[in-house]
């Protein structure tokens, strides 16, 4: 019982009135970070690592304080996505699938209180992995080469498919524009500038975050101005602010799943949580049945991917700590934080240094209590976003998204980037084609591309090294389920009417 | 005992009269530190040292603040730098022997190394070959033989896109070999740590590193086959044989500094030489780097530019001789 | 209407964009894919699909909450791409207080507030979100012609 008694010590560092103070801070600054479109937790570690050392903070606290704000962030990223459909942050693009659709039937305050629930639930699962799967893990995500990699994305797109809906050439057409658009930029493989127009604003492609601030954000602006001319009012938030017994009960399963799916993902370096939250989503969608309202403003599809984000966001401790591998762009800077404090992260540091990984890994679970407890409280104010006139609200989003995109490269060349995206974006979306498709396909279609070739130039062009492994087989097989499910009940739908036919004229 | 309180004295004498002398140079306002990447790597670790030192040794008022300009390996900094913000006195960018190599086969565009003002080095990486621990390579000749006797029995990856300096060591060790770089096995890996992954998890039989990386791999069971310095590293590092001694001259050193604009006043280019020479001659700062995997080297003024100047010519011809530029 | 304009925007720009990519050729290359199989394949996909819908474009109802486009309307969308576009173009040269106070009161103004609300709005829009941001957030933001105030 080696862990409990390392876990204990943890609890004893995170557990002193001075890292419970640095955590909460924590997780209140990452709130605000992560609800503020386009700064996510890479920028809020950033931030406050200056800070950390100004204060002069012992390296556990320090670590603390990343941890917490890492977490807040994760729970913040949801706030904006579903009381106005920009999402704060990458990974919390697939929140807004269902949860705009809620806020919009007047349902933000249950929408924001089940979210917060659902990042509580995969948080805690992912955490309770992390203590004890951690060196597992490690061997698991070390076992995901380039071919694993392909297959994964493989699989991530069959589950793409499920989106599709009524509409599956629109759907088909805008991942393929995803898919496209993450051909821009040099390409690792042949180190060919592609469709950069001799543009060194694009020569590692369109960032992430431009592209979703595009999208979402200045389309968002584009729709209300019309709604504001038609004399529409925003969304209000009435009734109930706290999700009842029943809806908490319903989504439960789907958090579940939907936890260990996030926490398996997010341990894989590179994936993160924003595959990890589109994945759950749409495996969601294709297990529930016929009648499922997803897209609509579904609690499971809000359920999903924050369970699954905040899941993933633990489990990219995983690398950092047992390999000494960032498993994520905030984990990347945590990493960057920790050589700074001179601790050098990898399998020794359980050994030598077991304080600080257990006093994080505890800091983890009480980060993940007090964001559920203050979050919860605080739905009430959130929803007053949504009480500010729009004629003071649409500026103030244009030039915090302004802000975001300028952050990522401090040039104003992401900043027309951004709106020649975004009205690309309000076109596809007046045609009716799924922004989030395009998102999708983006993410997909880069780590698919490089993969498959960086396979092919490990196995000489030999496609065997594709299907040459159990976990390759293994995520073939997902693939195969995740096409024979929806034929198959497809298939059980018919039986079930021609019974029932059968039923009623006997 | 005795000598190194001298040296602290001596050191101590020196900062103070540096300090003495630039008292007549003013502090710009506002500094900043460019970092040409997203946060977390070598190029934020190099402002970062700007930061904490200037801070911690008093040479700096008011607080450096560090600013992120990912692109093209360094070409959106280095553009903007030499195109918009000419005279920013205030503003420093880090910069790296990969900056260099981009520089010299023209992936910044219009601008070449004259186009901005190199102000000081602080430390110096070399690049590495490593293997598992549990390899049959235990040697570089072992690599070069097996490469010798079929290119395509080794697999390699590499940190950074094709061309890139993850990529380069690559191509050195080939021609060392004397293999075409074309015949190989090779794959490229983002950067950051990705090809040690896939080297622990037996998907690639080498990769290239650097010597920076070589105590957090250490405890992966990674073994680093030669490192590609003129002589040994001190330190820990000093068991790790050279490719030089295993008898192919094979060098990659990587230097890491700041550059400023090109329009920056000499009053105030001369300020920031000064208040980095302070710092580099403070035994505490130069623990502080090489606790963080940084070999210290100080290269400044014109000795600076002329290696600027020599290395990025070299890496033109290296450019040449790999086909990667006409 | 719409959707097959649309695609045939779409099937233009993939024809240009494929004769820019059919150059692409790698001076190294490890695998047999190169650099440019995939985006073509991809550009060849999407144009069978905009095809597709030039000839029969989906029947697919309309599920939008949204009333359609009239000229005020899009009017007032240009109105709202170019405030946009030179907000982004004054973001740097301007600096980013005098900037945003100029661009949130237009956009103010776009969504309906009156002069005084806009004014009001817009000052403490712009200099409450410097302040949040560059002392808040630590993000640096561009001064401008400010700076030279500092001095």
């Known amino acids: ?506 | 005992m005795n000598s190194t309180r001298l040296s602290t004295c001596l050191s101590i004498a020196c900062a103070m009269l540096l300090a003495s002398a630039s008292a007549l140079g003013k502090e710009p306002s506002r500094p900043e530190c460019i970092a040409p990447t997203k946060p977390g790597g070598g190029f934020d670790l190099t402002c970062k040292l700007a930061q904490a030192g200037l801070k911690d040794h008093k040479l700096l008022d008011a607080p450096m603040r560090v600013t992120y300009m990912p692109g093209g390996i360094g070409a959106v900094a280095y553009n903007a730098i030499a195109a918009n913000r000419r005279g920013e006195a205030g503003t420093i960018v880090a910069f790296s022997g990969a900056s260099l190599l981009n520089l010299a086969l023209g992936k910044y565009g219009r601008y070449d190394e004259n186009a901005v003002q190199w102000l000081t080095t602080i430390g110096t990486d070399y690049g590495t070959l490593a293997v598992r621990e549990d390899s049959p390579f235990k040697s570089l000749d072992d690599v070069v033989q097996a490469l010798k006797k079929d290119p395509k029995s080794v697999s390699v990856g590499g940190g950074g896109s094709i061309g890139g300096q993850g990529w380069v060591k690559i191509a050195l060790l080939a021609k060392a070999a004397g293999v075409n770089p074309r015949d190989l096995r090779y794959a490229a890996f983002e950067g950051g740590a990705e090809h040690y992954m896939a080297l622990m998890g037996k998907h690639v039989d080498l990769v290239t590193g650097s010597a920076s990386e070589i105590r957090a791999q250490k405890a992966n069971k990674i073994r680093t086959l030669a490192i590609f310095s003129e002589e040994r590293l001190p330190g820990e590092l000093a068991d790790i044989p050279t490719a030089r001694e295993q008898g192919y001259e094979i060098q990659w050193p990587l230097i890491r500094g700041y550059f400023v604009g090109p329009d920056v006043t000499p009053e105030a280019v001369a300020w920031w030489r000064d208040r980095f020479a302070t710092l580099q001659a403070s035994p505490e700062f130069q623990q502080y780097l090489a606790d963080r995997d940084v070999l210290p080297l100080t290269v400044t003024g014109e000795d600076l530019d002329a290696l600027v100047k020599q290395q990025v010519a070299q890496y033109r011809e290296l450019g040449r001789e790999f086909g990667l530029v006409e | 209407m719409h959707d097959r304009l649309f695609a045939g925007c779409t099937l233009l720009l993939c024809l240009a964009l494929v004769v820019v990519g059919w150059a692409y050729q790698a001076p190294f290359a490890y695998e047999p894919v190169g650099p440019r199989a995939f985006p073509l394949l991809l550009l060849a996909l999407i144009g069978c699909a905009v095809l597709y819908q030039l000839i029969r474009p989906s029947t697919g109802q309309h599920a939008q909450a949204e009333p359609a486009l009239d000229r005020h309307v899009g009017r007032k969308i240009a109105l709202c791409v170019a405030a946009l576009l030179l907000y982004a173009t004054a973001f740097e040269w301007l600096g980013f207080i005098p900037s945003s106070v100029l661009f949130a009161v237009a956009m103010a103004r776009l969504y309906g507030a009156s002069t005084w609300q806009s004014l009001i709005g817009g000052v403490v829009i712009a200099v409450g979100l410097y302040l949040l941001f560059d002392f808040g957030l630590d993000v640096p933001l561009p001064l401008g012609p400010i700076a030279a105030l500092e001095n």
């Open chain 1, 1 to 506: 019982m080696d862990t409990l008694h390392y876990l204990g010590i943890g609890f004893g560092v995170a557990l002193t009135p001075y890292n419970l103070l640095t955590a909460f801070c924590g997780t209140l600054i990452g709130t605000v970070v992560g609800l503020l479109p386009g700064l996510g937790p890479v920028n809020g570690v950033a931030l406050l690592i200056p800070i950390a050392f100004a204060l002069g903070l012992p390296p556990e606290t320090a670590l603390i304080l990343l941890a917490a704000v890492y977490l807040g962030c994760e729970y913040g990223g949801r706030i904006s996505s579903i009381l106005l459909n920009i999402p704060g942050e990458a990974s919390a693009v697939m929140t807004t699938l269902d949860g705009y659709p809620l806020a919009r039937q007047g349902k933000a305050g249950v929408a924001l209180s089940l979210s917060a629930w659902s990042s509580f639930i995969g948080g805690t699962i992912a955490t309770v992995g992390v203590v004890l799967f951690a060196p597992l893990l490690a061997q698991w995500a070390v076992a995901f080469g380039p071919a694993e990699y392909f297959v994964l994305m493989v699989f991530a797109i069959t589950c793409l498919a499920g989106m599709a809906d009524n509409k599956p050439m629109k759907t088909a057409i805008a991942a393929m524009i995803g898919l496209f658009l993450s051909c821009v930029g040099i390409d690792a493989n042949s180190g060919v500038y592609r469709f950069t127009f001799g543009s060194l604003g694009l020569a590692d492609g369109i960032q992430f975050v431009v592209l979703v601030l595009g999208l979402f954000s200045v389309s968002e602006i584009l729709v209300l101005l019309e709604r504001t001319h038609h004399g529409q009012k925003a969304v209000k938030a009435s009734g109930r602010m706290l999700f009842n017994v029943k809806e908490g009960a319903f989504v439960l399963a789907t958090n579940l799943r939907s936890g260990v799916v996030g926490f398996v993902l997010g341990v894989l370096p590179g994936a993160g949580a924003t595959l990890a939250s589109a994945v759950a989503y749409m495996s969601e969608k294709r297990m529930a049945r016929h009648d499922n309202r997803f897209g609509d403003g579904d609690l499971r599809g809000l359920a999903a991917p924050e369970t699954a984000n905040s899941a993933a966001a633990c489990g990219s401790m995983v690398p950092m700590l047992t390999l000494g591998v960032p498993g994520s762009g905030t984990t990347a800077v945590m990493l960057g934080a920790l050589t700074l404090y001179n601790i050098t992260p990898g399998p020794m540091l359980f050994q030598n240094q077991p304080d600080i990984v257990w006093g994080l890994i505890a800091s983890l679970f009480i980060a993940n209590i007090m964001l559920i407890i203050m979050n919860v409280p605080m739905v009430r104010v959130f929803t007053r976003i949504l009480s500010v006139p729009t004629w003071a609200l649409v500026p103030a989003i244009a030039i915090i998204t302004s802000i975001g995109v300028y952050a990522v490269h401090s040039t104003t060349f992401d900043l027309f980037l951004m709106i020649g995206i975004g009205i690309c974006g309000y076109i596809l979306r007046k045609l009716d084609y799924s922004l989030s498709a395009v998102l999708l396909g983006f993410i997909l279609g880069g780590m698919m591309e490089e993969n498959l070739r960086r396979a092919l130039s490990l196995s000489n062009g030999e496609l065997g090294i594709l299907w040459g492994s159990p976990i390759a087989l293994a995520v073939w097989g997902l693939v195969a389920v995740m096409i024979a499910l929806p034929i198959w009940r497809a298939w059980r739908t018919r039986q079930s009417r021609n019974t029932a036919v059968a039923d009623s004229r006997a």
